[in-house]
């Protein structure tokens, strides 16, 4: 092979990388700006009390959502990106039909949860028990489309929800209860889950969810309690700050994450482009990976200061125009929110080349650490100084947290170098 043509192919392999990232992006930005407008149009309709009870149905289907990552997706990306076309097809029709057999069965538990509890919360969750399948399996269609490397069909699914959720949001504004607006967001996933299935030319198979999670137990397993340790926390936090401040505060706090919005979405689904990309990184030239994990996540945490300090010159009338009441409370919040943001964005840089490596335990030690630190701090700071004193709890451990990733990701680094041959696993 002669330099030039090394080098030809080393800018064919970079432009190929950059517009897999591309259609990353701008698949994170339609998720964004569909739960932006979600938010948004609760936050207006329904008022901080309201906005409160939907937030809780939020982090609730957050919890649910990296189940079905952990077991059915995140193993797909990391062992099938970039694999044979026959094999992810066969990969993907089990994965899709794991998340589709999961969401139907924690569905159903959250339906009789819901009927339980009763009062102004019951129908919520009743309401995203219905919708849980047609959610999951939407985001499944997400991650198989960018292990295929064709992130320009994930961001067509996502814009198919986005249309189909402007009169879906339409109708729930005119019933103007949580329940309705609960019932619209996931009936217009559903429209982009049916989509997915044209897309791909797939049919999910819930039959093949056994197997899929036999094959794959090493790692699923591992991402399961990897995942639910982060929505977990979350949702943790949400109803310990509901129980000492009330829940006008969990609105508060939502109200902060939805002007931080474009970041939190494109954290929340990074796996669907980094750790593709970062185990393509790994194959081809496993040096550069730590460059590209640190790149991503400055990247990542330089935007979102940028962002944050943007939000605190905007105007209280915008702001108003945008949350209505809840803007009083959520602008207080801002600037350790976006602290939080930050130290996340750092942390996911190091997380991907976890991923990537395979390295579940360690990636498993690190998110546990940060999990339990936010969990601590956001109730800590709770207790010690409401609302305010939470989220700068929570901006502290989010920052200690992101150190934890890094120590681990250096250590796995080491351990490559060591013993540099791949796991592989085609079938």
């Not at 959720?165 to 967001?185: E, K, Q, R, T």
């Not at 397993?221 to 943790?236: H, K, W």
Request: charged content about 10%; proline content about 3%; some cysteine.
């Amino acid at each position: 092979m002669t330099p030039m043509t090394a080098e030809g192919e080393k800018r064919s392999a970079g432009r190929a990388m950059a517009g897999r990232l591309s259609w990353g992006l701008a698949d994170q930005a339609a998720s964004s700006m569909t739960n932006f407008a979600v938010g948004i149009y609760v936050a207006r309709s329904l008022g901080l009390a309201a906005f409160g009870v939907f937030s809780l149905a939020w982090v609730t289907y957050g919890v649910v959502l990296n189940v079905s990552r952990g077991l059915a997706t995140d193993p797909l990306v990391v062992r099938f990106s970039g694999a044979p076309t026959a094999s992810w097809r066969t990969a993907v029709a089990r994965s899709s039909g794991a998340a589709l057999g999961m969401g139907t069965a924690l569905g159903a538990a959250c339906v009789l949860v819901g009927l339980g509890l009763g009062g102004r919360v019951g129908p919520a969750f009743v309401c995203l028990g219905a919708v849980l399948p047609a959610l999951l399996l939407q985001d499944a269609w997400r991650f198989a489309f960018f292990a295929a490397g064709t992130g320009r069909k994930a961001f067509t699914n996502d814009l198919v929800w986005g249309v189909a959720l402007v009169p879906a949001m339409v109708v729930a504004a005119h019933v103007g209860s949580v329940a309705a607006f609960v019932l619209a967001w996931g009936a217009s996933a559903a429209v982009a889950a049916v989509y997915g299935c044209l897309q791909s030319g797939i049919r999910p198979q819930v039959t093949g969810a056994r197997e899929w999670l036999r094959a794959h137990r090493d790692l699923g397993y591992r991402y399961l309690v990897e995942n639910t340790c982060v929505s977990g926390a979350s949702q943790l936090r949400a109803y310990g700050l509901g129980a000492i401040v009330g829940v006008g505060a969990v609105g508060a706090v939502r109200g902060a994450e939805l002007l931080l919005g474009p970041f939190l979405a494109v954290l929340m689904g990074l796996s669907l482009v980094t750790v593709a990309e970062a185990a393509r990184v790994l194959r081809r030239a496993p040096h550069r990976l730590a460059r590209f994990c640190l790149l991503l996540g400055g990247g990542q945490a330089a935007a979102a200061l940028l962002w944050g300090a943007a939000l605190l010159l905007m105007p209280d009338r915008f702001g108003e125009l945008v949350l209505g009441g809840v803007w009083n409370s959520a602008s207080e919040l801002i600037v350790p929110a976006t602290l939080g943001v930050v130290g996340a964005g750092l942390g996911t840089g190091a997380a991907a080349g976890l991923r990537a490596l395979a390295a579940a335990r360690r990636s498993l030690r690190s998110q546990l650490f940060a999990s339990a630190c936010y969990v601590g701090g956001g109730l800590g700071g709770a207790a010690a100084a409401g609302t305010v004193g939470s989220a700068w709890g929570v901006a502290a451990a989010t920052v200690g947290g992101s150190a934890v990733w890094w120590l681990h990701l250096r250590s796995a680094l080491r351990e490559r170098h060591q013993n540099p041959i791949p796991e592989v696993r085609t079938t």
